[in-house]
């Protein structure tokens, strides 16, 4: 067995990013930028209106007082105007400011007289007042978002604003799920003598749907030796990770680690020293990254929270949604060396509580949680107002 930080570096150290792909910018939201975007164009792509008002020259105002209307501007119009000296273009947001124009001036500081005249009567207007000028957001050929960038939906928002519909981005990692156990029964259908209700697959997916990842398949193998290899070798030939649950102890029916063997996967380790989730595997065969996670269901989310969360990031070059602090107990906690322990537990932004039901097949406590306190394996006491890391889970 490995220590919690060993399978951690072995983790890390065996996760190279994903290959680059060119995707449609609708697709990209929450992704990670594998290459600079330059703007194909100055935007605005002329002088534009940033409110509803009049537009003119600032130097003919001042010289004349007066100004003449003639004809509008609206968002949208293809017209291309021109002023003449002396006038004044009624304008609504977001039209073009014509030539010859300069300064707009909010309505609501105008009257008109002899239906055709403008008057303005405004203090602080300057020159260039309310006029967005042409490439005042971005110039053409100007770095528009840097390599690295995650697209939140203000950058989707800004590219697309700026003409960009593909973007280089590091994918998410595609993922087949397989659930192993003769004693599985779904959920809706009658239990038999002997059965469990199935709830990792629940679990599981909705997860990874909260890592925004859809590219989901879920398979189910019963505990025969040559089922679960054949659908551990379809797995690896359709998905970058490989997700297995249960199967992986040194019982009888446990199958998960000679199928690794007999589908090529090199083993980096097989048990941590750690409560819950001690058998977990963890290998790769070429790129593809193998979990073998422990079926208790505490048990399994546990460990892809430590251990899978993190090479999903890795892969796709993000951050990592689950943050680490460290925070008092509100109580203490004994326990024997040798293990880590992740107890599900409750942090109320100042003090953490470890919650009852911390046995690896009950997840009522889970259920509650909001995160995971880290009890380290050569700790044997913790006493109240101790601190310890807690990991903060993704609610």
Not at 209 to 226: C, G, M, P, R, V
Request: a neutral charge.
């Amino acid at each position: 067995m490995i220590s919690v930080s060993e399978a951690k570096n072995i983790v890390s150290e065996n996760v190279p990013p994903l290959e680059p792909q060119v995707l449609s910018l609708k697709d990209s939201a929450g992704l990670t930028l594998a290459a600079d975007v330059f703007a194909p164009m100055d935007i605005p792509a002329f002088p534009q209106s940033s409110m509803d008002g009049y537009a003119f020259s600032y130097n003919d105002w001042q010289k004349n007082g007066r100004l003449k209307i003639k004809g509008e501007s609206v968002a949208g119009s293809k017209e291309i105007l021109n002023l003449d000296t002396g006038t004044a273009i009624r304008i609504f947001t977001g039209a073009p400011v014509p030539a010859g124009g300069d300064t707009v001036v909010m309505q609501e500081k105008t009257s008109i007289i002899n239906n055709d005249e403008l008057i303005i009567s405004d203090e602080s207007l300057k020159p260039g007042n309310s006029v967005r000028a042409k490439g005042s957001e971005i110039r053409a050929g100007i770095v528009a978002l840097e390599k690295g960038n995650i697209l939140s939906p203000a950058a989707i928002g800004f590219l697309a604003g700026i003409g960009i519909t593909t973007v280089k981005v590091y994918p998410h990692p595609s993922i087949t799920v397989i659930i192993t156990g003769n004693e599985l029964q779904q959920p809706g259908k009658d239990l038999e003598y002997g059965q469990i209700y199935e709830s990792n697959s629940f679990a599981l997916r909705a997860v990874l749907q909260q890592l925004q990842i859809n590219n989901i398949q879920f398979l189910y193998a019963t505990d025969k030796s040559e089922i679960v290899t054949s659908t551990l070798q379809y797995a690896l030939q359709q998905s970058d990770i490989v997700l297995l649950t249960g199967g992986i102890s040194v019982g009888d029916y446990d199958f998960v680690l000679q199928a690794t063997i007999e589908c090529g996967v090199e083993k980096l380790f097989h048990k941590v020293k750690q409560r819950p989730g001690k058998p977990l595997f963890f290998g790769k065969k070429d790129n593809k990254l193998v979990f073998g996670l422990p079926g208790n269901p505490s048990s399994v989310l546990t460990c892809f929270y430590q251990y899978v969360v993190p090479a999903i990031v890795k892969l796709s070059k993000r951050k990592n949604p689950l943050q680490t602090i460290q925070a008092p107990l509100s109580g203490s906690f004994r326990k024997v060396a040798g293990l880590t322990h992740f107890l599900k537990g409750i942090y109320n932004d100042k003090t953490a509580t470890a919650l009852d039901a911390q046995e690896s097949y009950r997840l009522s406590s889970f259920a509650r949680a909001n995160c995971l306190i880290q009890v380290n394996e050569d700790v044997t006491e913790c006493k109240q107002g101790d601190l310890v890391d807690i990991h903060l889970l993704p609610l």
